[in-house]
């Protein structure tokens, strides 16, 4: 007799951005140096998933947890199932706005293009998160779109913050000085400050 299971819908087309196979080779490169020495790592804001498999697959000592708000778990799913990688992990249900986050404790975090599509006082509840469940010299790596001293590092950037802003007045790019107070508060200190390609930037913090 054969038992048939119930099995979890298979999503056939994986969402895809075109941005995540732009970036991954230069965030990969820093990554490769900045989690080193790093074992459990929680990405912030997986969305398509495309980050945490190209990641999982070539830093294999990392496990890697996916999460993001439960809209974007079918996508990431596929992306997971498809590469079917032994570390990394199915994605948690995790808004910054939860109290608490549902995970504990990790040695490492990652988050690509989140703080300018959330509000401010979301960006402020996602630091002190990081900062609650960091290790100590643990380290938080966040690339995005960066303001300094107030100005845009570029037109393209200024454009794109146009947009952002006229999709929702809440949301838009960081100035690097607003990131790093708030940092500063949640028990973390940079440690770099790289140059991207596209006129982004890699912002890594330690805790401790």
């Not at 196979?21 to 490769?32: G, V």
């Not at 498809?82 to 990652?110: C, G, H, S, T, Y």
């Not at 607003?178 to 140059?195: C, N």
């Amino acid at each position: 007799m054969i038992t048939i299971k119930a099995l979890r819908p298979i999503m056939t087309h994986k969402p895809y951005s075109e941005s995540c196979d732009q970036n991954k080779d230069p965030i990969l490169a820093i990554l490769q140096k900045e989690f080193a020495h790093a074992h459990r790592v929680l990405e912030i804001g997986s969305g398509t998933g495309q980050h945490a498999v190209y990641f999982g697959r070539h830093l294999p000592h990392l496990t890697w947890q996916t999460s993001d708000v439960a809209m974007h778990h079918d996508g990431i799913r596929a992306w997971l199932d498809e590469a079917m990688l032994p570390n990394v992990l199915p994605p948690l249900a995790l808004d910054v706005d939860d109290d608490p986050w549902r995970i504990k404790q990790a040695d490492a975090v990652f988050s690509a293009n989140t703080t300018h599509i959330m509000s401010w006082p979301q960006v402020e509840r996602l630091f002190a998160g990081v900062g609650h469940i960091l290790q100590d010299n643990g380290v938080f790596f966040l690339y995005g779109p960066f303001n300094y001293g107030g100005t845009y590092t570029s037109p393209s950037n200024a454009r794109f913050d146009m947009w952002l802003k006229a999709r929702d007045p809440l949301s838009g790019i960081r100035d690097f000085e607003s990131l790093d107070g708030v940092a500063q508060t949640a028990g973390m200190s940079l440690l770099q400050d790289y140059a991207m390609p596209a006129n982004n930037r890699t912002l890594v913090w330690r805790k401790g």
